[in-house]
Structure formats: structure tokens, C-alpha cells
């Protein structure tokens, strides 16, 4: 039985195309302006991948925050749901799930049977999240990609006090004309970061072994900066930003079967 | 038409007509008072706490009206109050300085948190109305140099009120006790027959019922109440059909998941839309404007303050308040409990600190219980439904076991 996933975000929209638990295909575009077209894209970009038709597909579950605007999905999952099934897929003894998107934030804590016990949400604020670092990266005219391994070339991380995105960035701009170094600015970027997502982790509280999820777990300067801060090492799977859709695919799965 | 049973159309409309006329008021509560006002030349008091003792105000021939602040953005207020402050306090004086009260002769400030405290003074000094009351409760509601100062305190009250508004005899006050105990009766039956069959009525109007309790005159709301309690019983026992309110949407895929609510002021009628759609329902409540209002009856005696006083005393403690003999804890478990809810909204105002004082003790109950919660925090005025139907669905999923 083939089923699908698809995560509409904030910032990319995902597709995960299953077939009895193997995974067939994936999709990744941007999510842009219209939220309901760009599900329909991923979902189309997945489905000629696999080499299947919407027919072929037994059931698609839809989650991330665009799930309510889609028309062409069965059923409609939360993400926090969502993120929670697909990381417990691929690390079966993550018991913390840190997600950290294009838009917001989150911290599940997770069952063994993968279903979540709690979670918390940051939404209000985009500090620590995709969007953050792409602002930051704008301010040090450097590659969002780069980021992460260009930060670790630090050796005394600049202190940046703000989590707030609009004033970490003339912080940033202050730095910046005092001649600090730019890999010391983006690496003190991470750990202001790292020192938000950590409030949030110890009100949940974590358990290990922590998975993180989500566009932003690519940069591998927040991944070792949160290590730090919460003294364990993360677990990053090969497709973060993909777990959400993944789970989706899972939880049609079982439901399709069912 | 079989026998027994009523009309179909017939219950729909009535319910229609009761809701879409609570939907007016809850819109527009200030449209009321002023027809009011026009109708019969009586003066309009606005008060923001369930505290206030409103069967004096009412005795005194006076209209009562709540202030619970609305979703605005600030203007005048923010030269006033910091943004520290809840919204209740900032949007609600806001309204004031704008002269969106202008309907208020004068305000009926309780005391109950610091904001309140402070935002009375700054009322009573811009706001420009011609009445100014405070009344300042004991903050331990135990022990009986409090009780009696709470006496002392409401009879005050009522000579100082009386200077303004007009003296109050026993007699009067004896009736108004009468008719504020009803409503308090009445409520309490709309709240039981929701724990009976929460589908009966669905939780945004049964709060909007509450609302409007502290909007109109409360013998027009006690009729008012009668006629919905009839149509709710007919539903109940199987002559009517479910619950088709202009407000309900889409049809029942399964049985709503039964939520308690926790929090102070609760007028977010699209908040609570949501949750119903999202597939849960606030079947029983501790909200300020919700079941607070209800129950609690001042019992009836020679002396009337005597009777306020104790249903203020024996009623639910606002957290505000304090008791070392009356645990929150145990008695939101116990109604929690009692109401068949098998999950926990708290629904708080950003910068309400007696409510976030008291949520990390509650909270630890609830979770010894193994009773899952989610605490949303709001600010009138920058609510994203879309945000918080994340949460809610997702603790709903949580409790299905998704």
C-alpha cells in the first residue's frame, strides 16, 4: 500500500511518498505566498520521482501549518504529532524531539511507543528559528549554508544578548563595526540560540536521548552549540526537515491499514 | 410530528433567536447599557472583578456592567500603563480614555492584583467619570479579623455608593440578593446540564450565557436564562434536534474530547469555536466570567451584607486570593473530576501573575494525576487563532492517542 505525506511550513514545503514503510520519494521547494499550491507541488515533485499518479495513493495526511488550507489531503496532522512519529521512526530511543523551523519552534517529549507525553511551542518570536538565522546571515553577507561550519572556526564567540530578531541584528551590526571577527559573530548567533532553545528544553523537561528535527538542525554551528548547553550529544537525521512529512506518511500509513 | 416531542424548527429557532441576541450583546455590550440608561434614567456602573458586589449596586437602582476589556490595539493607554501590564487593564483603559465608556456614570474597582490596584488610581484621575469606588477585599480569605473586615468593608461600600447612587434599605437589597441568588441558581443548571451532555449547547455560548449576565439587567437575564434551560432540557431528553445553533458548524465525526478551562477573563468566542471544531469541548470551568459567576448563592437572612459577605467568603477563591485551608489545587482536581474533563486549557493573559503564580501548582497536580494540560498565554488584541489551533489539536491527539 502506497501512501503520503506532506508538510506545508512556514518556509519549504515537504512530501514524503511511502511504500509499506519504505520510503519511495521525497520532495523540498520553497513554500512562498500561496501555501495551499505549494502542498500540491511537493505532493506532484514526489509523485513523478516515484513514478506514480494521486490514484496510486491510498491515503495522504497532511500536517505543518498550512495542513488546514489543503484540499487534496485525507486527513490532517499536527506537526508536533507529525515530527514526533517520524523522529521516533528513525531513532526509535529518542525519548526529546527539538524541532526548530523556518517559523517556529518546539520541544516534544516523546513516548517509547513514539506518541507525544508533552510539548512546548515558541511562535511568537522567530529567535532561534530558519528565519532568524537567514536575517542574520543577510546582516554578515554570508551563505546561509555556510554558516554552521564557519562558526566553528571560532575561538571566542562574540556575546550576543538579544534572542530577539530585530534587536540581535543591530547588535549584530554593532559588532560588526567594532571589527569583530565574523566567525565570532555567527558563532555567538548560535549560542544565543542555543541558550533560548535550552529554556524552552528544561520546561518540558528532556529526556535523552534528544533528536533534532528541522531545517535549522542542518547548521551544524546550532547543533554543536546546543550540545554544549545541554551537555548530551543531539542525534541529527540524514533528512531533518523532512520528518514531519515523514511522519505524516506513517501515520497515514497506519491509518490507511487500519 | 410524534407525540411529546417538540418541533423541530421550532427549538432551532428559539435557540437562533436566544444566541443570536446573546451574540449582539457579547459584540456590542455597551449598546445595552445605554438603551438601558435611556429607558429608565437609572445610572450605569461598570466594575472589571466577579468580586464586585453587584446586588448592591443593582439594589441602588443602578445598572451593573463588567469591563473585560476588548481585542484593540493601544493607543491612550500606553502613556498610562506599561506594557507589562495585562491587556485586560490596558485595553480596558484604553476604552475609558477613548470614551468608549462614555456610557459609565461611574466604576467599581475591587481589589484584587496590583494592576487592578493601580489601574483603579489612574482611573479615578483620567478617566473623568463622576463615580469612583474602590473596594479593597482581604487578600487571605480565612480567619475572622479577615471576615469581619470584609463585613465592615461591603457595608462601606454600600453607604458610600448609597451617597452617590441613592441609600439602599434592607428591603431592597433583601430583594436584589433574591434576584442575583437566582441567576447564580440558573447558571449553575445551564453548567449541570452541560456536564450531562456537553453536545446540549456548545462551550463558546455557554460562556457568552455568562457573559451577558454581567451586560444586561439580571432579571431580563434571568428570563432569559429560563427559556434557554427549557430548550436545553427538551434537547436533552430527546425532543429536539442537536444542537443547531447559528453558531455550530460541520457535523459530528465523533464525540468531542471534554476540556476544564482555567483563566481569568474568557471572551475569545473564536478561541473557543476552534476548540469545538478542532474536536474538544470546555465542558466545566474556572474562568472569572464562567462558572465563577455560577453556583455560590448568598444565603438569604435578617441582615443582607452578612449574606454577601458570606457568599463572597464560601465562594470559589479567585487565585488572587489566599487560604491556607482551601487548596486551589485539590479543588479545581475536584471539579475537574466531577465534570468528567479528561484534559486541562489553561487560557491566561500575558503578565496576569496571580494566575501564573498559581500555575506551576496546579500544573504539578494535574500531572501527579496524570491529567494532560496545555497553558496558551494571550494578549487581547494580537490573538492568532491559527497559533493556538496547533496546540489545542495537538493535545487533543495526544489525549486520542495519535
Known amino acids: ?258 | 410530528m410524534r407525540k411529546g416531542r417538540v418541533d423541530k424548527d421550532e427549538v432551532s429557532r428559539l435557540s437562533v433567536d436566544v444566541l443570536s441576541r446573546l451574540q449582539d450583546l457579547t459584540g456590542d455590550p455597551y449598546s445595552y447599557a445605554r438603551a438601558w440608561k435611556g429607558r429608565t434614567g437609572g445610572k450605569v456602573m461598570g466594575f472589571y472583578c466577579h468580586y464586585a458586589p453587584e446586588e448592591i449596586i443593582h439594589a441602588a437602582g443602578a445598572l451593573p456592567v463588567r469591563i473585560t476589556g476588548e481585542n484593540r490595539v493601544i493607543s491612550d493607554s500606553g502613556a498610562h500603563l506599561q506594557s507589562y501590564c495585562c491587556s485586560l487593564a490596558r485595553t480596558g483603559l484604553d476604552m475609558a480614555l477613548g470614551g468608549d465608556l462614555d456610557v459609565l456614570d461611574g466604576t467599581v474597582f475591587v481589589h484584587t492584583c496590583d494592576t487592578m490596584q493601580r489601574l483603579s488610581d489612574i482611573w479615578r484621575l483620567d478617566a473623568g467619570f463622576d463615580a469612583h469606588f474602590d473596594v479593597v477585599l482581604p487578600g487571605r480569605m480565612e480567619g475572622d479579623s479577615s471576615r469581619e473586615y470584609l463585613y465592615q468593608e461591603l457595608g462601606s461600600f454600600r453607604d458610600r455608593t448609597g451617597e452617590y447612587l441613592g441609600p439602599v434599605d434592607d428591603e431592597a437589597l433583601k430583594r436584589s440578593i433574591g434576584i442575583h441568588n437566582r441567576n447564580r441558581v440558573l447558571l449553575e443548571e445551564m453548567y449541570r446540564l452541560r456536564r450531562q451532555d456537553p453536545g446540549v449547547l456548545p462551550s463558546d455560548e455557554v460562556l457568552m450565557v455568562v457573559a451577558a449576565s454581567a451586560i444586561m439587567d439580571k432579571e431580563e437575564h434571568n428570563a432569559l436564562l429560563e427559556e434557554l434551560l427549557g430548550t436545553l432540557e427538551t434537547r436533552l431528553s430527546g425532543g429536539g434536534p442537536p444542537p443547531q445553533s447559528s453558531l455550530c458548524k460541520g457535523e459530528e465525526k465523533e464525540e468531542k474530547i471534554r476540556l476544564f478551562g482555567i483563566g481569568s477573563v474568557m471572551d475569545q468566542w473564536e478561541f473557543l469555536r476552534m476548540v469545538e471544531d478542532a474536536g474538544g469541548t470546555i465542558v466545566d470551568d474556572d474562568f472569572c466570567t464562567g462558572h465563577r459567576c455560577a453556583g455560590a448563592v448568598a444565603p438569604e437572612g435578617p441582615d443582607p451584607i452578612e449574606s454577601i459577605t458570606a457568599r463572597i467568603w464560601d465562594g470559589a477563591l479567585c487565585p488572587c486570593k489566599h487560604a491556607m485551608s482551601r487548596d486551589r489545587a485539590g479543588y479545581l482536581l475536584e471539579r475537574i473530576t466531577g465534570s468528567g474533563a479528561k484534559g486541562v486549557l489553561f487560557f491566561q493573559f500575558k503578565f496576569c501573575e496571580p494566575h501564573a503564580f498559581d500555575y506551576p501548582h496546579v500544573k504539578k497536580a494535574l500531572d501527579e494525576h496524570g491529567i494532560p494540560s496545555l497553558h496558551l498565554e494571550i494578549e487581547q488584541g494580537s490573538v492568532s487563532i491559527p497559533r493556538l489551533r496547533t496546540r489545542v489539536e495537538a493535545l487533543l491527539e495526544t489525549m486520542r492517542g495519535a
Not at chain 1, 515537504?14 to 509499506?20: E, G, L, R, S, Y
Not at chain 1, 526509535?92 to 524531539?97: Q, S
Not at chain 1, 555556510?146 to 571560532?154: A, F, P
Request: proline content about 2%.
Open chain 1, 1 to 258: 500500500m502506497t501512501v503520503a505525506g506532506v508538510d506545508i511550513g512556514s518556509n519549504t514545503a515537504k512530501a514524503v511518498i511511502m511504500d509499506n514503510g519504505d520510503i519511495l520519494a521525497t520532495s523540498l521547494i520553497m513554500t512562498g505566498h500561496q501555501s495551499r499550491l505549494a502542498g500540491r507541488r511537493a505532493l506532484d515533485l514526489a509523485l513523478r520521482e516515484a513514478g506514480l499518479e494521486e490514484g496510486d495513493i491510498a491515503l495522504i495526511v497532511a500536517t505543518g501549518y498550512g495542513r488546514l488550507t489543503t484540499d487534496f489531503t485525507d486527513q490532517k496532522v499536527t506537526e508536533i504529532t507529525c515530527h514526533a512519529k517520524g523522529a521516533h521512526s528513525v531513532q526509535p530511543e529518542a525519548r526529546t524531539v527539538i524541532d526548530l523551523g523556518g517559523q517556529d519552534s518546539k520541544v516534544i517529549a516523546v513516548g517509547e511507543n513514539g506518541k507525544v507525553v508533552d510539548f512546548v511551542m515558541n511562535d511568537k518570536c522567530a529567535a532561534g528559528t530558519g528565519r532568524f538565522l537567514e536575517v542574520m546571515a543577510a546582516a554578515l553577507e554570508i551563505e546561509l549554508d555556510n554558516m554552521g561550519e564557519v562558526s566553528l572556526e571560532s575561538e571566542s564567540p562574540a556575546s550576543i544578548s538579544s534572542v530577539c530578531t530585530v534587536f540581535a541584528e543591530s547588535e549584530v551590526v554593532s559588532r560588526v563595526a567594532e571589527g569583530t571577527n565574523k566567525m565570532d559573530i555567527v558563532a555567538g548567533i548560535h549560542q544565543a540560540i542555543a541558550s533560548r532553545i535550552y529554556a524552552m528544553t528544561v520546561r518540558v523537561p528532556f529526556k535523552e536521548k534528544v533528536i533534532m528535527t528541522g531545517g535549522v538542525a542542518r547548521n551544524i554551528g546550532v547543533v554543536r552549540a546546543l550540545e554544549k548547553r545541554l551537555e548530551t550529544s543531539l542525534v541529527v537525521p540524514e533528512m531533518p526537515q523532512h520528518m514531519g512529512a515523514l511522519g505524516a506518511a506513517i501515520i497515514a500509513e497506519e491509518r490507511a491499514g487500519a
